[in-house]
């Protein structure tokens, strides 16, 4: 749950934003708001499975429903303007079970994916990802919007009904506002003889045309994320894809009357998703609903360039450590590390290089890092890739120190992240929080360190399942822990204890119910000397939606 | 939370989710104009008259031209604007002046206008001049139009079916 203090954490991180005050105050509460939807979809979900952390990978299923299903509707579409109207109806009265189908969820496809690709917008806003490391997908972005109306108001145009009629006409009217065209395009739509099977070739021409540059656009729009998610959880998959069956079996999308240009239509079942603009044209005027357009356009296009809190420094490289095993390369979620030959090494070694415009200074590098390890013997610690405002050097000596205090009273360290629960409002003398930038940059060897070191119990925590602020710290850091991926963590001191519990900011409440949950394990009986680490991957008892 | 209510609420969800796309792809229904009323839209896209005639040119201003221009007629590519009137019921309900297109002012002037009207019987006067050295106009059609509700007159200008029409 997210309470007041949350609230005040959050406007100081929009002061730290240094963006327009007043819209700060209301996009604060939005995200307050936002938050509040969020968790709350957890309980039924699961933090993992929570669709509002997968709405562009839901957009992607969306889209390739629709472009499965366009394949058969495209397949039996007659492009004239008598065949059109006749085809597509022909389809929900006489194949309804079938053709009828697809066709409805091929429309309902198109509606959801209009639906949670504003959604992905308004909550990357909401989450500030649009200025820094992030502006190339941002930018890239935003004219991808164009490209899902046109598609989609065109695709309305082509059943050439009464909706089909009116939209297009409206839509004509609209771009003869523009001072471009020679002939005003609405003279297409004047009557009946006016309307030509060229147009209708058109339509589906742009129909097809635009996903595909959308299908560019998008490629474009991942290029900067390294394993981007392009498919959401199977299980969320298989639900949003029953929803959109069960829908179009219920209430299966038929055409209205036929296009009647000699006539106004009466009321017309709307689709609210892509022509909201119209009726809004109407009411105000064409010239409006441009500068409305252009507008939230360029006001999103602007968002990356408007004055910032300055950026944090990005990963160094320390030559001399680093060996080149490039698993920093492979773990960097932002694709902000190449290879490169070694200068100073024998033929073939190779070398981690940081672009610093691609670099968005988690530390997951320095996480990914086997040279990161507290038990090398150097009085300091120096690593192969690290973080200038947060080494993994001064890590280990706040590690040491913390362990000194926790001495003979059973301790237990936390180790959290800046972006997830506040591990510094963990109380008890027997804690020892440390807060890293992402929980990706904690290597596995410093949790044995610590178990090594004194302590009895270590809890790892940081934003919660499938929610983390640079994609994939929780991900790294679980595979890491349960041994999955390198640099892994080894078995550590019998009897002791490693937990797991992701926890937003503003959940200090629940991660302390997990660290209590620890507390009790370590107190009730000693752990069996085969099991010296308890699963790192089992969730706390206490605390089963985020875990 | 235990997993068939945890189910349950998914179920619920994706109910919500279908419920919203359902419907508002097709609610609430959105009516264009009133029950009563129809629709008159005015539309043409027409090349004036030029403004001039050609002329002869003098044996002194041929001289001036490079021997490859010498044509000896001198024809000017403007056209004159396009100005169209609406009467309704002996109203005013349109003017407008329309520009010809193109840097030289020599294309196509073209209008669109719509304006809703009340259904009904309605005397309607149309009046148009495309040719700037006659005063006035050089089409007129006057006429009594029976508008049901819901129904779109066009007007339109086409100089091989007799200028103004109405369908």
């Given at each position: 749950m997210v309470d007041a203090q949350t609230l005040g954490e959050a406007l100081t991180r929009f002061e730290a934003r240094r963006f327009v005050k007043p819209l700060d105050s209301i996009a604060c509460g939005a995200l307050i708001a936002y938050h509040r939807i969020e968790h709350g979809f957890d309980k039924a979900f699961g933090a993992a499975l929570n669709p509002w952390c997968h709405l562009g990978a839901l957009g992607f299923l969306f889209f390739w429903i629709i472009a499965v299903t366009g394949l058969y509707l495209y397949a039996v579409l007659d492009t004239s303007v008598d065949g059109a109207y006749r085809s597509i109806d022909w389809l929900s009265r006489?194949?309804?079970?079938l053709g009828g189908v697809l066709r409805s969820v091929h429309r309902y496809a198109a509606d959801a994916f209009v639906l949670v690709t504003l959604l992905h917008l308004l909550r990357e806003f909401l989450l500030g990802?649009?200025?820094?490391?992030r502006h190339f997908s941002w930018l890239t972005g935003v004219p991808l919007l164009w490209f899902v109306y046109i598609s989609g108001v065109v695709g309305i145009w082509l059943r050439w009904d009464l909706l089909a009629q009116f939209s297009a006409a409206a839509t004509a009217e609209w771009l003869d506002a523009?001072?471009?065209?020679?002939?005003?395009?609405?003279r297409n739509y004047?009557?009946?003889?006016?309307?030509?099977d060229r147009l209708f070739s058109l339509f589906v021409f742009v129909h097809i045309g635009v996903p595909l540059l959308l299908v560019f656009g998008l490629w474009f729009h991942i290029q900067?994320?390294?394993?981007?998610?392009?498919?959401?959880?199977l299980a969320l998959a298989a639900g949003s894809l029953l929803a959109l069956l069960a829908l179009s079996v219920a209430l299966p999308v038929a055409s209205q009357?036929?296009?009647?240009?000699?006539l106004v239509p009466g009321p017309l079942a709307f689709d609210?998703?892509?022509?909201?603009?119209q009726p809004l044209m109407y009411a105000t005027s064409a010239g409006a609903v441009w500068m409305l357009a252009a507008g939230a356009t360029l006001l999103m296009l602007a968002l990356p360039a408007l004055p910032h809190a300055a950026a944090a420094p990005v990963a160094k490289v320390d030559p001399d450590n680093?060996?080149?095993?490039r698993r920093c390369f492979e773990d960097c979620p932002y694709a902000a590390i190449t290879m490169v030959p070694?200068?100073?090494?024998?033929?073939g070694r190779q070398l981690a290089q940081v672009i610093p415009d691609l670099?968005?200074?988690?530390?997951i590098c320095a996480g990914s890092?086997?040279?990161?390890?507290?038990?090398?013997?150097?009085?300091e610690l120096l690593t192969g890739i690290d973080m200038p405002h947060m080494p993994i050097g001064e890590l280990r000596g706040a590690l040491q120190r913390g362990l000194a205090q926790l001495a003979g009273k059973k301790g237990i360290v936390v180790f959290g992240c800046?972006?997830?629960?506040?591990?510094?409002?963990?109380?008890?003398?027997d804690v020892a929080s440390f807060s890293l930038?992402?929980?990706?940059?904690?290597?596995?060897s410093f949790v044995e360190y610590a178990l090594r070191g004194g302590a009895a119990g270590v809890l790892v925590t940081g934003c919660r399942a499938g929610g983390c602020a640079f994609r994939l710290g929780n991900r790294w850091t679980e595979e890491r822990l349960a041994g999955m991926r390198e640099p892994h963590l080894r078995a550590g001191p019998p009897g002791k204890a490693v937990r797991v519990a992701w926890a937003d900011r503003g959940e200090e409440a629940e991660l302390g119910v997990a660290l209590e949950d620890l507390r009790e394990a370590l107190a009730a009986k000693p752990l069996h000397n085969a099991d010296?680490?308890?699963?790192?991957l089992a969730a706390p008892r206490r605390m089963t939606a985020h875990g | 939370m235990a997993r068939p209510i945890s189910w349950i609420g998914q179920a619920l969800l994706y109910g919500l989710f279908a419920l919203i796309i359902g419907y508002f792809s097709s609610s609430p229904p959105y009516r264009?104009?009133?029950?009563?009323q129809a629709l008159i839209k005015l539309s043409f896209s027409h090349e004036g008259k030029l403004v001039s005639t050609c002329r002869q040119r003098t044996p002194e201003e041929l001289a001036k031209l490079p021997p490859n221009m010498r044509a000896p007629m001198d024809c000017p590519r403007e056209r004159s604007p396009v100005i169209v009137e609406i009467d309704l019921d002996g109203s005013p309900a349109y003017r407008k002046v329309a520009t010809p297109s193109g840097l030289s002012k020599d294309g196509a002037s073209t209008v669109y206008h719509r304006f809703p009207v009340q259904a009904g019987e309605r005397r309607l006067a149309i009046r148009l001049n495309d040719?700037?050295?006659?005063?006035?106009?050089?089409y007129r059609r006057e006429e009594m139009v029976t508008l049901k509700p819901g129904k779109v007159l066009v007007i339109d200008f086409n100089q091989q079916r007799g200028g103004i029409t109405l369908q």
């Amino acid at each position: 749950m997210v309470d007041a203090q949350t609230l005040g954490e959050a406007l100081t991180r929009f002061e730290a934003r240094r963006f327009v005050k007043p819209l700060d105050s209301i996009a604060c509460g939005a995200l307050i708001a936002y938050h509040r939807i969020e968790h709350g979809f957890d309980k039924a979900f699961g933090a993992a499975l929570n669709p509002w952390c997968h709405l562009g990978a839901l957009g992607f299923l969306f889209f390739w429903i629709i472009a499965v299903t366009g394949l058969y509707l495209y397949a039996v579409l007659d492009t004239s303007v008598d065949g059109a109207y006749r085809s597509i109806d022909w389809l929900s009265r006489e194949q309804w079970y079938l053709g009828g189908v697809l066709r409805s969820v091929h429309r309902y496809a198109a509606d959801a994916f209009v639906l949670v690709t504003l959604l992905h917008l308004l909550r990357e806003f909401l989450l500030g990802r649009y200025t820094g490391f992030r502006h190339f997908s941002w930018l890239t972005g935003v004219p991808l919007l164009w490209f899902v109306y046109i598609s989609g108001v065109v695709g309305i145009w082509l059943r050439w009904d009464l909706l089909a009629q009116f939209s297009a006409a409206a839509t004509a009217e609209w771009l003869d506002a523009l001072p471009v065209f020679a002939t005003p395009l609405i003279r297409n739509y004047l009557s009946a003889s006016a309307v030509s099977d060229r147009l209708f070739s058109l339509f589906v021409f742009v129909h097809i045309g635009v996903p595909l540059l959308l299908v560019f656009g998008l490629w474009f729009h991942i290029q900067r994320i390294s394993r981007a998610e392009v498919f959401p959880p199977l299980a969320l998959a298989a639900g949003s894809l029953l929803a959109l069956l069960a829908l179009s079996v219920a209430l299966p999308v038929a055409s209205q009357a036929a296009a009647d240009l000699s006539l106004v239509p009466g009321p017309l079942a709307f689709d609210w998703f892509y022509l909201f603009w119209q009726p809004l044209m109407y009411a105000t005027s064409a010239g409006a609903v441009w500068m409305l357009a252009a507008g939230a356009t360029l006001l999103m296009l602007a968002l990356p360039a408007l004055p910032h809190a300055a950026a944090a420094p990005v990963a160094k490289v320390d030559p001399d450590n680093c060996n080149g095993c490039r698993r920093c390369f492979e773990d960097c979620p932002y694709a902000a590390i190449t290879m490169v030959p070694h200068p100073g090494g024998s033929p073939g070694r190779q070398l981690a290089q940081v672009i610093p415009d691609l670099c968005a200074s988690c530390g997951i590098c320095a996480g990914s890092c086997p040279s990161s390890t507290p038990f090398r013997t150097g009085a300091e610690l120096l690593t192969g890739i690290d973080m200038p405002h947060m080494p993994i050097g001064e890590l280990r000596g706040a590690l040491q120190r913390g362990l000194a205090q926790l001495a003979g009273k059973k301790g237990i360290v936390v180790f959290g992240c800046d972006q997830g629960a506040n591990v510094a409002k963990l109380a008890g003398e027997d804690v020892a929080s440390f807060s890293l930038i992402c929980a990706g940059m904690l290597p596995p060897s410093f949790v044995e360190y610590a178990l090594r070191g004194g302590a009895a119990g270590v809890l790892v925590t940081g934003c919660r399942a499938g929610g983390c602020a640079f994609r994939l710290g929780n991900r790294w850091t679980e595979e890491r822990l349960a041994g999955m991926r390198e640099p892994h963590l080894r078995a550590g001191p019998p009897g002791k204890a490693v937990r797991v519990a992701w926890a937003d900011r503003g959940e200090e409440a629940e991660l302390g119910v997990a660290l209590e949950d620890l507390r009790e394990a370590l107190a009730a009986k000693p752990l069996h000397n085969a099991d010296p680490i308890a699963s790192p991957l089992a969730a706390p008892r206490r605390m089963t939606a985020h875990g | 939370m235990a997993r068939p209510i945890s189910w349950i609420g998914q179920a619920l969800l994706y109910g919500l989710f279908a419920l919203i796309i359902g419907y508002f792809s097709s609610s609430p229904p959105y009516r264009h104009l009133p029950a009563d009323q129809a629709l008159i839209k005015l539309s043409f896209s027409h090349e004036g008259k030029l403004v001039s005639t050609c002329r002869q040119r003098t044996p002194e201003e041929l001289a001036k031209l490079p021997p490859n221009m010498r044509a000896p007629m001198d024809c000017p590519r403007e056209r004159s604007p396009v100005i169209v009137e609406i009467d309704l019921d002996g109203s005013p309900a349109y003017r407008k002046v329309a520009t010809p297109s193109g840097l030289s002012k020599d294309g196509a002037s073209t209008v669109y206008h719509r304006f809703p009207v009340q259904a009904g019987e309605r005397r309607l006067a149309i009046r148009l001049n495309d040719d700037a050295r006659v005063p006035g106009f050089n089409y007129r059609r006057e006429e009594m139009v029976t508008l049901k509700p819901g129904k779109v007159l066009v007007i339109d200008f086409n100089q091989q079916r007799g200028g103004i029409t109405l369908q």
